[in-house]
T-cell receptor, first 109, second 114 residues
Framework: QKEVEQNSGPLSVPEGAIASLNCTYS??????FFWYRQYSGKSPELIMS????GDKEDGRFTAQLNKASQYVSLLIRDSQPSDSATYLC?????????FGKGTRLHILP | DAGITQSPRHKVTETGTPVTLRCHQT?????MYWYRQDPGHGLRLIHY???????DKGEVSDGYSVSRSKTEDFLLTLESATSSQTSVYFC?????????????FGPGTRLTVL
């Protein structure tokens, strides 16, 4: 089983709708979880971090963590064309950050 | 934007030649990282540094070496480049390690080995 798994997409979402991105991880001892956004040809940038079970909201973004089920998700409300990017899930294992392969999100105007 | 630069930004080289990529930061962060990003593999850690002259291996360190003689510079060297090392290389920095702190990424270097 891969350590951090994401659906590669592309995930197509109409403008204004909610985009839901999911990630599962294999190491039950993981404590820190991150979502990075990467535009085509650019470097990753951190958009959300979450450390405890439940929801964490920041503007249009909500990160959700369920340690019992070993998944973390990212919701993007009121999706905009500028949200079209690849979203990378990352998990800390043995003091090192492990990235998923990313989900390509395409917002349809 | 975090003050991170990478040089060169693009490089084409031939198999068997040595290549050095440079990462320079102006943030005085303790931790520096080198990643490679390939389609189908995502971001993978090559080496990282937790201080001057202190480095450790990541998950894909074979064929790569690093050096850090100053806080602000972290060099990645391919001693004898191979076509499998064609990739986009990202440098990242953080104040703390172990995932306790945000990693900021540089703009990347696109390396092609013919």
């Amino acid at each position: 089983q891969k350590e951090v798994e994401q659906n590669s997409g592309p995930l197509s979402v109409p403008e204004g709708a909610i985009a839901s991105l999911n990630c599962t991880y294999s190491d039950r001892g993981s404590q820190s979880f991150f979502w990075y956004r990467q535009y085509s040809g650019k470097s990753p940038e951190l958009i959300m971090s979450i450390y405890s079970n439940g929801d964490k909201e920041d503007g249009r973004f909500t990160a959700q963590l369920n340690k019992a089920s070993q998944y973390v998700s990212l919701l993007i409300r009121d999706s905009q064309p500028s949200d079209s990017a690849t979203y990378l899930c990352a998990v800390i294992r043995d003091d090192k950050i492990i990235f998923g392969k990313g989900t390509r999100l395409h917002i349809l105007p | 934007d975090a003050g991170i630069t990478q040089s060169p930004r693009h490089k084409v080289t031939e198999t068997g030649t040595p290549v050095t990529l440079r990462c320079h930061q102006t943030e005085n962060h303790r931790y520096m990282y080198w990643y490679r990003q390939d389609p189908g593999h995502g971001l993978r850690l090559i080496h990282y540094s937790y201080g001057v002259k202190d480095t450790d291996k990541g998950e894909v360190s074979d064929g790569y070496s690093v050096s850090r003689s100053k806080t602000e510079d972290f060099l990645l060297t391919l001693e004898s480049a191979t076509s499998s090392q064609t990739s986009v290389y990202f440098c990242a920095i953080s104040e703390e390690g172990g995932g306790a702190d945000t990693q900021y990424f540089g703009p990347g270097t696109r390396l092609t080995v013919l």
